[in-house]
């Protein structure tokens, strides 16, 4: 049970591997959407559940996050990053780093975690204990560094590591399974990590996401979330690397896998 207020997440499978989300408080009647991939699915979720929209926060404004945010934003607050509002659907709320809402009956603080893109926020809901992450930390990865750098997406990641260990991480996307065998590449004797690749690859053979993940988890088998711990740097080679050098292997690494 997540703390009072009431915060159902339903987790919405959009287009071909991302995600939405619905965070609903029953005593309000309020419903948040994270993200807008596609309209038919989210609003076959709120028809299901007799639920309507009343905010819709963006993550970034890369087309598979924001493509139905027009189609479904009519009575709903529309809620995204300051800094990239330019290239954003209309915000009716512009937000920053440190910023602190209440979306759904939820205290909800923002979270700038650029790399993936420059603007790129993240949304914490501490008493319910979610992250909204898209493609800053993923589940077993991160997002590709199209505008920012690896220092960049270095420093989101240490920001969100320090949210509690029990947060769920509500990521974008399902590429739990491509980034379990980038992940088994760099870090194959890791214990957690290989007996959580099992439970992965039951999920997906049941048609289930893997989505959210605990920071726990990823604390413990993420190779993104680990450039700063000497034992992984010396399973790299790199026990005199900077943590960001380290990083930067690793996300380039990944990207030649
Ligand atoms: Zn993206
Ligand atoms: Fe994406």
């Known amino acids: 049970m997540a703390n009072a207020p009431s915060a159902e997440l339903v987790v919405v499978p959009c287009l071909a ?12 009647g309020e419903t948040a959407l994270i993200d807008a991939p596609e309209e038919g699915p989210i609003r076959e979720a709120l028809r299901k559940r007799g639920w309507t929209l009343s905010d819709i926060l963006i993550t970034h404004h890369h087309h598979d996050h924001i493509g139905a945010v027009d189609a479904l934003r009519p009575g709903a607050r529309v809620i995204g990053a300051k800094a990239d509002a330019h290239r ?9 780093e440190g910023d602190t809402i209440t979306v759904s009956g939820q205290t909800t603080h923002v979270i700038d975690v650029s790399g993936h893109t420059i603007g790129h926020v993240a949304f ?11 493609d800053s930390l993923m ?8 505008e920012g750098n690896a220092a960049q997406m270095w420093q989101s990641l240490k920001k969100l590591r320090a949210l509690p260990e029990d947060t769920q991480i509500c990521s974008g996307h399902e590429y739990t399974a491509a980034n379990a065998r980038f992940a088994l590449s760099v870090d194959a004797d890791n214990p957690k990590l290989i007996s959580r690749i099992e439970g992965i690859t039951q999920a997906r053979a049941d048609g289930q996401p893997t989505i959210p993940s605990t920071l726990r988890e990823e ?7 680990r450039a700063d ?6 399973v790299l080679g790199m026990a005199d690397a900077s943590d960001e050098d380290v990083f930067a292997h690793v996300r380039a690494a990944k990207d030649k896998f």
């Open 219 to 225: 604390m413990l088998t993420n190779p993104f979330l």
């Open 88 to 96: 954003l659907p209309p915000l009716d709320l512009q937000v920053a």
């Open 139 to 146: 589940a077993l990865g991160c997002g590709r560094l199209f």
């Open 229 to 234: 711990d000497p034992a992984f740097k010396g």
């Open 124 to 134: 914490h809901m501490p008493d319910a204990g979610y992250a909204f992450t898209a």
């Open 17 to 28: 591997d991302n995600y939405a989300f619905l965070v609903h408080n029953d005593a309000t």
